[in-house]
C-alpha cells in the first residue's frame, strides 16, 4: 500500500509560482498513477492534474492547463506539481492521490490513496 504525505504549500502573491511534492512510501508507487486534486472552503474537491506510471500519459485541467505542470521521479518516489502564473482563485488544500492505472476516468476523485493535503494561499 503507497502512503503519501504533500510538501511545498504556502502563501505566494498573484503571478508567483509553487512545486508542489508528493513523496510516496511503498512499493507500488512506480506503477501508480497518480493525480493532484485541491479542495477550497465549502467547495467540492475538484481534479488538477493526474500522470500515468511511467510519465507517458498526462491530464490537465481547463483552469491551470498552461500554468500547471505535474511530473515524476520514480527513483525518488516522488510526483511533483509546478504551478507558475498563480491566481487567488488557486487557493484551496492540495491533495494527491495514488491509483492503479491511468484511465479515460483519471479525473474522477476515486482514487485508491489520499495524502493529508498542503494549504496554498495566493494573495491578490
Known amino acids: 500500500q503507497v502512503q503519501l504525505v504533500e510538501s511545498g504549500g504556502g502563501l505566494v502573491q498573484a503571478g508567483g509560482s509553487l512545486r508542489l511534492s508528493c513523496a510516496a512510501s511503498?512499493?507500488?508507487?512506480?506503477?501508480?498513477?497518480m493525480g493532484w486534486f485541491r479542495q477550497a472552503p465549502g467547495k467540492e474537491r475538484e481534479f488538477v492534474a493526474a500522470i500515468s506510471w511511467n510519465g507517458g500519459t498526462t491530464d490537465y485541467a481547463d483552469s491551470v492547463k498552461g500554468r500547471f505542470t505535474i511530473s515524476r521521479d520514480n527513483a525518488k518516489n516522488t510526483v511533483y506539481l509546478q504551478m507558475n502564473s498563480l491566481k487567488p482563485e488557486d487557493t484551496s488544500i492540495y491533495y494527491c492521490?495514488?491509483?492503479?492505472?491511468?484511465?479515460?476516468?483519471?479525473?474522477?476523485?476515486?482514487?485508491?490513496?489520499w495524502g493529508q493535503g498542503t494549504q496554498v494561499t495566493v494573495s491578490s
Open positions: 511503498g512499493r507500488t508507487f512506480s506503477s501508480s498513477a
Open positions: 492521490a495514488a491509483r492503479a492505472t491511468f484511465t479515460q476516468y483519471i479525473r474522477r476523485p476515486d482514487y485508491n490513496v
